[in-house]
């Protein structure tokens, strides 16, 4: 009786809760995982390659970025039931919403090319125009943009390089070398900082945007294979994941060095910050399993999802920085 009033309590509190979201990049699919056992309750096909995905800014569709199948599939961010397809997307690895809602920028990691796109809603999710295919150098992979709307920044993985865009005219302001194989890109709060995550060494190095163009501040020492970041959510604190030292590193964005380190086995990749801020979701790419982390203890649970997880989410998230 004990056994099955606690399994009815569980299942309460998932029904109340919105789901956990984990892609399985080699899967070409979504697994959709209960809130509270994060046991799997079904899996949902997408495109090939699903990366990354992420949140439209009227918060109803969740967007999941396939870039071999050149589309993006638009999810229920409450149920994971699928909304639409929107295609003729190229190679959509790594995308991002402007602040004002006014721009779509995806990055095409294969193709060595930003687009650039206007979004206007729809009667299901919504539409994209292109408006500017800018070339890249080689392996154009994270993006990050201003607050203002003003500029988007974008890692070039394999060219050692970042590039930033005016959103206005669609133009490069400039492109500058940085470290080895740049991943995850990041602008904090005040517009001023660029971070950036070095996946082929061992830091995170922070430039000053507020000159053109950006000059290297200092480089975070973290741990090896540096690749995507997550704000705690307390407005100070970073979490960077630590890829092939199989750690996570969090920084204090104001000091600018790691205060903490946590260990997470097989390959911790993307993350997201569970609304209550004690619990960090962590998906372990080589491992094939979504690591959830006690923030308190350091304890971890694992559970399987499936071929090479890549980006994890739930609407139950705290902010994102």
Same mark, same amino acid.
């Given at each position: ?23 399985? @990049? ?5 697994? #959709? ?6 046991? $799997? ?11 990354? &995905? ?30 639409? %397809?929107?295609?003729? &997307? ?7 919403? @402007? ?6 920028? %995806? ?8 687009? !650039? ?25 994270? !993006?990050? #943009? ?7 920044? #974008?890692?070039?993985?394999? @060219? ?20 080895? %194989? ?9 517009? +001023? ?11 995170? $190095? ?13 480089? !975070? ?22 890829? %092939? ?11 600018? +060095? ?30 094939? +399993?979504? @690591?959830? #982390? ?6 971890? +649970? ?20």
């Amino acid at each position: 009786m004990a056994a099955l009033a606690a399994s009815l309590v569980c299942s309460a509190a998932a029904l109340a809760a919105p789901p956990v979201f984990v892609l399985n @990049s080699l899967d070409a699919n979504v697994s #959709i995982l209960d809130p509270v056992t994060y046991a $799997e309750i079904k899996r949902v096909p997408t495109g090939k390659e699903p990366h990354h &995905i992420y949140l439209s800014p009227d918060r109803k569709s969740l967007l999941v970025a396939n870039a071999l199948s050149d589309s993006i599939t638009l999810m229920d961010p409450n149920t994971g039931d699928i909304q639409r %397809t929107i295609t003729g &997307i190229s190679d959509p690895y790594h995308l991002r919403f @402007s602040p004002d809602m006014k721009w779509f920028v %995806t990055a095409a990691n294969r193709l060595d090319h930003i687009d !650039i796109y206007q979004w206007t809603p729809a009667a299901v999710g919504f539409d994209l125009k292109l408006v500017k295919r800018v070339p890249a150098p080689k392996t154009p992979s994270h !993006i990050a #943009i201003d607050s203002k709307s003003k500029t988007t920044y #974008i890692s070039l993985q394999d @060219s050692d390089q970042v590039m930033a865009i005016d959103l206005a005219t669609q133009t490069p302001k400039w492109t500058i070398p940085v470290g080895k %194989t740049p991943a995850d890109i990041l602008v904090t709060p005040d517009d +001023k900082v660029l971070l950036l995550a070095l996946t082929g060494d061992s830091y995170v $190095e922070a430039y000053d945007i507020t000159v053109s163009p950006a000059k290297l501040i200092t480089r !975070i020492k973290t741990a090896a294979g540096a690749h995507a970041f997550r704000g705690q959510g307390d407005g100070k604190h970073l979490f960077v994941s630590n890829r %092939t030292a199989n750690s996570i590193s969090r920084i204090d964005m104001q000091a600018l +060095k790691v205060v903490d380190t946590f260990p997470v086995p097989g390959g911790p990749d993307c993350m997201d910050v569970l609304a209550d801020g004690k619990t960090l979701l962590v998906t372990s790419r080589w491992a094939g +399993k979504l @690591s959830v #982390i006690n923030l308190a203890d350091k304890s971890i +649970k694992r559970y399987p999802v499936g071929k090479s997880p890549h980006g994890v989410w739930t609407l139950n998230h705290a902010p994102t920085l």
